[in-house]
């Protein structure tokens, strides 16, 4: 009986094949390359022949040389993974912890700031208040812890309260509104800038309102303002609208007063002096 030649089919799957042919040919690189590319294995792909060339060096085991090259695709995994994050949470300029200069304003306590840095906080779902005028850095505590809980893992979401605001008002007008207040109640930590820059009407404030009721005490929110809370009133024009919102802000909130002297200014200043010295 002549027995068929013909290469084994690689599996099937609903939308294709997947996996190595059943013969796979005098090359075994293309194969691996096929099996990196089917299995999503990107990190082993681009490294295995380094490893490989490395394994040889050291006359490493098999064993060594599988757990240094998985752990390789671990981390490039996490590193892709911390990139997307960040890049969902829609921040307007790349800000980090590490470059906030903490000897230009003493009022930010840094021990403080490097605790929040960890996701602990966000997982309880307490508020985070920043509250200073202009220039006092605000913002880029903002932006940086924002990005730290973003490569921890956390869902992050950046935006201004004017453009919340008007999203929750298109939303509202096209019928929408249940559905995006529940895909911001689903974020781990909404970064809310410049709350108290525009003045809210009472159904601006309404909206937001809803916001912030849909997250309480079970999603973290941070903001920052250039308004203490006792002139709230003049963003939040209904007082006991203003109230409630002071109260879910505020309750096992950490609140940072980022003070009133502008460092931004003083820096440009101070180059200023030292051309005209220069």
Same mark, same amino acid.
């Given at each position: ?79 892709? $993974?911390?990139? #997307? ?7 307007? !300029? =790349?800000?980090?912890?590490? &470059?906030?200069? *903490? ?111 849909? $997250?309480?005490? #079970? ?7 250039? !308004? =203490?809370?006792?002139?709230? &009133?003049?963003? *939040? ?42």
């Amino acid at each position: 009986m002549t027995q068929s030649t013909t290469p084994t089919p690689a599996t099937t799957g609903r939308w294709g094949s997947f996996g190595l042919p059943g013969q796979r040919g005098p090359n075994p690189s293309e194969a691996i390359d096929a099996a990196c590319r089917s299995l999503g294995l990107s990190g082993i792909r681009a490294r295995r022949d380094e490893f490989a060339a490395q394994a040889l060096r050291e006359q490493a085991s098999y064993a060594d040389f599988l757990a240094d090259l998985l752990e390789s695709e671990c981390e490039d995994r996490d590193a892709r $993974r911390k990139v #997307r994050r960040v890049k969902e949470a829609n921040f307007p !300029r =790349p800000k980090r912890i590490e &470059d906030f200069d *903490f000897s230009k304003n003493a009022n930010v306590p840094q021990e403080v700031i490097n605790t929040l840095t960890q996701p602990a906080w966000v997982q309880a779902g307490n508020p985070l208040c920043l509250i200073g005028d202009s220039g006092t850095g605000k913002s880029h505590l903002l932006i940086g812890l924002g990005t730290a809980i973003a490569e921890a893992g956390g869902r992050v979401r950046y935006t201004t309260a004017a453009n919340l605001v008007n999203e929750l008002a298109e939303a509202a007008g096209d019928k929408q509104l249940g559905r995006t207040i529940k895909k911001y109640g689903r974020i781990d930590q909404l970064c809310l800038d410049e709350l108290g820059y525009v003045k809210l009407d009472r159904h601006g404030a309404e909206l937001l309102f809803q916001i912030f009721t849909e $997250r309480e005490e #079970r999603h973290a929110i941070a903001i920052a303002s250039n !308004r =203490p809370f006792t002139e709230w &009133d003049q963003t *939040f024009t209904d007082k006991r609208l203003c109230q409630a919102i002071v109260d879910r802000l505020t309750f096992e909130a950490h609140i940072i007063e980022t003070g009133t002297q502008s460092f931004r200014l003083a820096s440009t200043t101070a180059k200023r002096k030292a051309a005209v010295a220069a």
